[in-house]
């Protein structure tokens, strides 16, 4: 029964948690949106400053919430990769400053990983195999998870991922940063249907499309243009229905995908993680068109699908069961794929 100090900083969350198993202790989160909102996007630099004005408080804020000490720390885990570095980096070093003066072992986080996990929080009995559908905004992908620390990449996105395509949509439609939320509340009151708007499809070498990678540059285009002919008409620009009929196309393609992939490698479990796990309309599909598969299919609680630390706590306390620990020479990395992950460890 390990209990994880966790800290998570590869984007524009300073997060930190104490986790036992797959049970959260506490789980704080220093959102960072009012500080990138007036760029429209995140700014690595303003984001690494933010991280390293937080840590600190987040990490005595994580003790007082649980109402634990040191004593019971059993390991301490920070994300390692993928992310931004420089943020990275702000978690990394607290974290294996820690290690070193606490004298507890240190285990670097593979984000996506972290993603993973976030689906034993809300059904600690899960069990591999099963494929996890990981959409945010930096990554698109069905991922084949064997067992803690054996991943399989079966689809992905070969241009944009699904969270930034709702960030330059919203843009299109003037509706400010972040895009999921605001598209999701104002995709409620329009018509889905209302726009015929591409879903990306991948060719293939020998004909046909790639039946689970995932394209949504076409789609953004699609959107952009079909804004530029609307506001050559007179009247007022549908917003709510361009918002509904983006999002229903987003969902129906990373549905179709995740539910073939799951009933070619006869998998029972589709479990779904990153911000993109949130959208209400994605949520219905999925779960409409798993019914009709006979397919179980798992969200995480909704504060567990933003990036947070008690996902990665999640996993590091998988890790550390196993007995796994990384060096503390481990640095950040801006990229690394899911299929290297026990390249963190040096005893497995």
């Given amino acids: 029964m390990a209990q994880v100090l966790a800290i998570e900083t590869s984007c524009d969350e300073t997060s930190v948690a104490i986790v036992k198993n797959c049970q959260v202790l506490s789980n704080v989160v220093t959102s960072q949106i009012s500080q990138h909102q007036v760029y429209g996007g995140v700014v690595p630099e303003v984001a690494s400053r933010c991280h390293l004005e937080t840590v600190n408080q987040a990490i005595a804020q994580a003790f007082r919430d649980a109402q634990t000490d040191w004593g019971a720390i059993d390991g301490i885990a920070a994300t390692c990769t993928p992310g931004l570095v420089g943020a990275l980096l702000v978690g990394l070093t607290a974290g294996k400053t820690l290690a070193i003066v606490h004298s507890k072992p240190f285990l670097g986080i593979h984000h996506l990983e972290g993603h993973i996990h976030a689906s034993y929080l809300a059904e600690p009995e899960l069990q591999p195999p099963f494929l996890c559908?990981?959409?945010?905004?930096?990554?698109?992908?069905?991922?084949?998870?064997?067992?803690?620390?054996?991943?399989?990449?079966?689809?992905?996105?070969?241009?944009?991922?699904?969270?930034?395509?709702?960030?330059?949509?919203?843009?299109?439609?003037?509706?400010?940063?972040?895009?999921?939320?605001?598209?999701?509340?104002?995709?409620?009151?329009?018509?889905?249907?209302?726009?015929?708007?591409?879903?990306?499809?991948?060719?293939?070498?020998?004909?046909?499309?790639?039946?689970?990678?995932?394209?949504?540059?076409?789609?953004?285009?699609?959107?952009?243009?079909?804004?530029?002919?609307?506001?050559?008409?007179?009247?007022?620009?549908?917003?709510?229905?361009?918002?509904?009929?983006?999002?229903?196309?987003?969902?129906?393609?990373?549905?179709?995908?995740?539910?073939?992939?799951?009933?070619?490698?006869?998998?029972?479990?589709?479990?779904?993680?990153?911000?993109?796990?949130?959208?209400?309309?994605?949520?219905?599909?999925?779960?409409?068109a798993a019914i009709a598969h006979n397919l179980r299919v798992i969200f995480p609680p909704l504060k567990y699908c933003t990036d947070n630390a008690a996902m990665i706590g999640c996993a590091a306390a998988a890790h550390l069961n196993r007995g796994h620990h990384s060096p503390l020479t481990l640095g950040a990395k801006s990229r690394m794929a899911i299929a290297d992950v026990m390249n963190l460890y040096q005893n497995h």
Avoid: W
């Fill in 133 to 288: 559908l990981l959409v945010s905004g930096g990554h698109t992908s069905l991922i084949y998870v064997k067992d803690c620390g054996t991943y399989q990449t079966l689809g992905q996105t070969r241009d944009d991922a699904a969270g930034e395509a709702f960030d330059k949509v919203a843009r299109l439609l003037n509706l400010g940063y972040p895009g999921g939320p605001v598209i999701d509340k104002i995709a409620r009151s329009g018509n889905p249907k209302a726009f015929a708007l591409p879903e990306g499809k991948i060719s293939l070498p020998e004909g046909g499309y790639h039946p689970y990678d995932s394209s949504f540059s076409g789609l953004k285009t699609a959107v952009m243009r079909l804004v530029e002919k609307l506001q050559a008409e007179p009247g007022e620009m549908p917003i709510a229905d361009l918002a509904a009929s983006f999002q229903a196309t987003v969902a129906k393609s990373l549905t179709k995908r995740a539910i073939a992939c799951a009933t070619d490698y006869g998998l029972d479990t589709i479990v779904v993680g990153g911000g993109v796990a949130a959208n209400s309309s994605l949520r219905s599909h999925l779960q409409t």
